[in-house]
């Protein structure tokens, strides 16, 4: 497989503050990589990096083998999907034309093409299709964001980005949510990374799960090498708050394998 997306020695600081430093990261194509540390950490500015929303101070990003720092800024963002908490959808728009933005560009002569596309994505997130012609204030902070997750994956890209995307969905929508995107994982192969405060979350979504501490990669691992060895008291304090009623790694693995089993 090859990397999809490399992080080389990048440091980024405002003014004499460290933000990130010494970061190295390497992610496979079609890994799902979940990505959690405390607040302020740098996950937001890593993320906004690989689509140039960011720039480093020092360091270079590669993205399918291509430094970011040579391309075309619009040309990398038509196959990199950006969806973040809190709404970004374009005001002025429905719901159907947010999430037909970029398949309209794509598929300009194809209307109906179009229009199965966003009943197809809408139906994936769960939002009823009443909702079309609805404009982004007059739906749920809930509902906002499910039409964000509808339209980054309504590009079809090959990169995925998600900042904390269920952060403003119930538990239950919540669920669904993450079985839906473990399932477009699986069937489209696309490289997710998924930022969450959750670390039940980060464990169950994750091929491998990534956490920061201060700017830094504390351990980039297997969600089941995370739970059995995890490599700080850092880590371990983390994966000791799930919320699961298991006790031992073992037990909690069996969870884990479960729920992915489930889908
Ligand atoms: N434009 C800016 N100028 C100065 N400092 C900034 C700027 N943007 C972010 N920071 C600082 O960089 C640090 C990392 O921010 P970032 O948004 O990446 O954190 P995060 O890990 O995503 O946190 P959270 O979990 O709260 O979303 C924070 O201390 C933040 O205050
Ligand atoms: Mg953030």
């Not at 607040?39 to 906004?48: N, R, V």
């Not at 192969?189 to 920061?212: C, P, Q």
């Not at 799930?242 to 031992?248: A, D, I, Q, S, V």
Request: proline share 3%.
């Amino acid at each position: 497989m090859s990397t999809a997306i490399e992080f080389k020695n990048i440091k980024k600081a405002y003014k004499n503050q460290i933000i990130l430093e010494e970061f190295n990261l390497s992610v496979t194509q079609g890994e799902f990589v979940t990505i959690i540390g405390s607040s302020g950490c740098g996950k937001t500015t890593a993320l906004k990096m690989i689509n140039g929303l960011i720039k480093p101070t020092s360091g270079d990003i590669f993205v399918d083998g291509e430094n970011i720092r040579d391309k075309n800024l619009t040309e990398l963002r038509r196959n990199i999907g950006y969806a973040i908490q809190g709404s970004v959808l374009f005001p002025h728009m429905t719901v159907e034309q947010n999430i037909s933005y970029v398949p309209n560009l794509i598929n300009k002569k194809n209307k109906e093409k179009t229009t199965m596309a966003v009943s197809k994505w809408m139906n994936i997130v769960g939002l009823d299709e009443e909702l079309k012609d609805r404009y982004p204030s007059e739906l749920s902070g809930g509902q906002q964001q499910r039409v964000g997750i509808a339209r980054a994956l309504a590009a079809s890209p090959d990169i995925l980005l998600m900042d904390e995307p269920f952060g403003a969905v119930d538990e239950i929508t919540r669920g669904q949510l993450q079985n839906e995107l473990k399932q477009i994982h699986q069937k489209t192969g696309i490289t997710i990374l998924f930022v969450t405060h959750d670390i039940s979350e980060a464990l169950k979504l994750g091929t491998k799960v990534l956490v920061m501490d201060k700017g830094k990669i504390v351990q980039y691992d297997e969600p089941k090498t995370l739970l059995r060895s995890p490599n700080t008291d850092f880590v371990k304090q983390l994966v000791d708050q799930e919320r699961c009623t298991c006790h031992f790694p073992d037990e909690r693995l069996t969870v884990l394998e479960q729920w992915r089993d489930s889908i």
